[in-house]
């Protein structure tokens, strides 16, 4: 698997796009707000830059990806006002891998820019967006370029599948089952690439700079723990029954592994300071329900129905499509996905009904060094 030629969300605007399927990482988002709000207050506080550079990386395409960036502009336009300093120029970079869908986000941005002048109560200054398609785990930008670098659910996608990985079998991601030298090889290309990524930020970031980043990640030391592992095994369940029935090859499943690494804190912190460019200023943990509607359900204290399992599942399932179609039809074909995801959707509502299933994100703010 290329990862750089198949690694993207589904485009476009379709029942199946990452555009309506992208609520789980809109709550995260909504949870790690304070944590930005400071960074972006202590930034601008202590440089008040006249050009402010703004990098998300990682930005996927729909409402997701301009949300954040409107944030932290209200935010410097508040303290602009408060300070009574002219508002700077704004600089929006939004990087991706090439196949992202930048033309969704493109067409947005005329309504998007005058959606945000509309909500300011003075005018804000001129701000500029554009795309960067390329692999964060390379340089992006030119040097001293950024002073704010954020990402929100992609550090966790790795560069490549990890070597040396084919004895996996009959899963497509760790695993309770996984042999140890496939948990090993997850666990170096993450210390590689995060380590890559960190060195290429540390020349591109101003000193005093500021990063955000979000992994979907987990709380245990366990790399195979079900609260980082578990969504995948269901998947990799369904896969293995249609091997059993004949739909798929066995040699097919046994290929196929997700470029994907879900990181404890420790371990997140461990590379930072190793890399040894950022100082530690936050690292928080949140979880959020695998059906992020159930949260709302619960404060409208709807009750847990066989229809509202259905729909949790049925959401569930869309996001993980939404995610993961373009890997699964690079590899198996488009023929299976209909039935693959029908599958995994009835597996879903087994294991919702029995358990609360939830994702852990790991959300660390770091500031660059002089």
């Known amino acids: 698997m290329n990862v750089s030629q198949v690694l993207h969300m589904n485009g476009g605007v379709g029942e199946a796009s990452y555009s309506n399927n992208s609520f789980v990482q809109q709550h995260v988002i909504s949870l790690t707000k304070s944590i930005r709000e400071e960074a972006i207050t202590s930034l601008y506080c202590s440089t008040s830059p006249r050009t402010l550079a703004i990098a998300d990386l990682g930005c996927s395409s729909g409402p997701n990806t301009l949300l954040v960036v409107s944030e932290f502009i209200k935010v410097v336009e508040k303290l602009c006002r408060a300070s009574n300093h002219e508002s700077p120029e704004y600089m929006i970079f939004l990087n991706d891998l090439s196949g992202n869908d930048f033309n969704n986000i493109f067409r947005s941005l005329d309504s998007f820019k005058e959606k945000l002048r509309g909500e300011m109560e003075h005018e804000m200054g001129p701000c500029y967006i554009s795309g960067v398609p390329g692999s964060f785990y390379g340089r992006v930008f030119p040097k001293q370029s950024l002073h704010l670098v954020h990402s929100s659910y992609s550090l966790m996608w790795l560069s490549k599948v990890p070597e040396n990985v084919n004895n996996n079998k009959g899963n497509i991601y760790m695993s309770s089952t996984s042999p140890a030298n496939v948990l090993t090889a997850y666990y170096n290309q993450f210390q590689r690439d995060f380590s890559k990524f960190l060195k290429c930020r540390a020349v591109e970031v101003v000193e005093g700079g500021r990063m955000i980043l979000t992994f979907l990640g987990r709380k245990s030391n366990n790399m195979c723990s079900k609260e980082c592992c578990y969504i995948w095994e269901l998947m990799a369940m369904a896969l293995n029954d249609m091997v059993l029935e004949g739909i798929i090859k066995e040699e097919q499943l046994d290929t196929f592994n997700i470029p994907q690494y879900t990181p404890s804190p420790s371990e997140v912190k461990l590379e930072v300071l190793k890399e040894g460019s950022f100082n530690v200023d936050q690292l928080e943990v949140s979880e959020v329900n695998w059906n992020v509607l159930d949260e709302w359900n619960a404060l409208a204290c709807e009750s847990h129905s066989s229809e509202s399992l259905n729909d949790g599942a049925y959401n569930v ?22 039935d693959l995801f029908d599958r995994y959707q009835e597996i879903l509502i087994d294991r919702m009904s029995k358990e609360k299933t939830k994702f852990v994100n790991v959300t660390i703010s770091l500031t660059r060094k002089p």
Do not use: D, K, W
């Open 317 to 338: 399932t869309q996001c993980m499509r939404a995610v993961s179609e373009p890997m699964l039809i690079n590899h198996f074909g488009e023929s299976i996905i209909e």
